[in-house]
């Protein structure tokens, strides 16, 4: 048994966990937490067609953490666990599609219509 299968086993849990924010965020960060909720909720409106993110979402939602009072370090780790969680919701429904009942596509729709007009306060 190599020093890898651990590691392995540890990546699969994550991948396989909901939310997979719980991944790439601890409690000691509020900003990379919320950061994995958002891309998450922008994954499953693209899922969903429940309506898409504008261009500059992160962005916004970067400053609006600013605004917040986090640290330069927070915000690094809000960018880098949007990113990761995005790109993991991408490649998982990618492989295992998931349906998207109608009344989840309406409770996506409202609050991606809270997140395109610049309200992270959800979050």
Do not use: H, W
Request: charged share 20%; aromatic share 4%; proline share 7%.
């Amino acid at each position: 048994m190599t020093v890898t299968f651990p590691a392995r086993s540890l990546a699969l849990v994550c991948a396989m966990a909901l939310p997979l924010g719980a991944c790439v965020s601890g409690p000691t960060n509020p900003s990379a937490a919320r950061a994995a909720e958002l891309a998450s909720l922008v994954s499953r409106s693209v899922a969903c067609r429940a309506g898409a993110p504008r261009a500059n979402t992160l962005d916004r939602f970067i400053a609006s953490e600013k605004a917040r009072g986090a640290t330069p370090e927070q915000i690094a780790s809000a960018r880098s666990t949007y990113v990761t969680v995005s790109e993991a919701e991408t490649i998982n429904q990618g492989i295992k599609p998931q349906a998207c009942p109608p009344e989840e596509r309406a409770a996506v729709r409202e609050k991606m219509s809270l997140v395109r007009a610049g309200d992270f306060s959800a979050f």
